[in-house]
């Protein structure tokens, strides 16, 4: 056996030759101990046996004792004390046996998630690591470092989009509006400064840290006589917001349609208009995937397959049409994607 003194409170027991070299806690005040090596040539720790009193009687001369020699009889102190030793000692191996194999399942599992980016996964298996755990102040570390890798991936990609959508803004009223001065002679001017003014808005809800405000804030000014967002959107206002979303290269389907629920919304008497509308973005989902269908023909030729390509592709059409209130998905394409994702 291996003699363990506690440098917290001083305890002393004993713990088994195969607990060396492991992390634990005293049994006495749960202070953090360390097993240590057992020395080479050292010889375990002899165990404790009572003897019993002989029940014969004994001559006097046997009964006599040198003097100053003390009994070696047993007293119910000493039974207690060793009992007591004993019970210390079992409840180490005991904590150490339950402490082994229990950790590193969700602990090793976390730091892989961790590795991998995906901070949300590696804090929910540090959360399994329980207090009681040898592992969970590492484990806690861990966790600390997933969260702080997460709020600052979470800081980049918002600055990210911060920044394409006010990079939006600026080409919205540089070639649909301005046009080099002569955007006022377009029929859409005030429709595409309506639909700028709205994005610049909405700049300001979702970015208000942005280093951009101060040019949102002049870019509104500007054209504040121009357009006006206190007023209900018309159907040419509408119908311009709708074409200038959906003639980016992954036009938004979701927000269009959420548009024209605002125009019906406005005005309840131009129920057709609005229908007129949905279909015109429903027509336009269908041309979407009819070109996208041609263009992945190059990735699915025998031979030259490349799965992952058509699989990311058939991903963000899905994704953009099933985020549409109304529009349905083409099947054709949900069948696809199945079996490039299967491939």
Known sequence: M?????????????????????HGKCPSCKAPIVVPELEVGAESTPAV???????????????????????????????????GFVSAVGAVGVWFAT?????????????????????DEAIAEFDKVGPEDRLYAEAMEQRGSAEERRAAGLAALATQKSENTYQIIIAIEKHQVDRDGEGHF?????PYTRYMLKRCAQFKKNFPGSSHIEEIDALMW??????????????ADTRAEINLRLIMQNPNYKDSMLAVDEFATAWPDQAAVAN?????????????????????????QPGEENWQRVANDLATYLKKVEAADGLVASLEAKELYKKATDG
């Open 2 to 22: 291996i003699k363990v003194t506690c440098g917290a409170c001083g305890a002393a027991f004993t713990a088994k030759p195969e607990l060396a070299g492991r």
């Open 49 to 83: 046996s009572v003897r019993k009193t002989s029940t014969k009687r004994r001559s006097s001369s046997s009964t006599r004792r040198p003097h100053g020699r003390k009994s070696t009889k047993s007293s119910p102190f000493n039974l207690a004390v060793i009992i």
């Open 99 to 119: 402490q082994e194999g229990s950790g590193p399942g969700p602990y090793t599992a976390g730091l892989d998630f961790l590795a991998q980016g995906q901070y």
């Open 186 to 190: 377009d029929p859409n001017y005030v």
């Open 222 to 235: 500007r054209y504040e006589d121009v357009a006006s967002l206190d007023n209900p959107p018309t159907e």
């Open 276 to 300: 007129e509308l949905r279909s015109e973005i429903e027509a336009h989902s269908r041309e979407y995937w009819r070109l996208m269908r041609a263009d992945l023909q190059q990735y699915m």
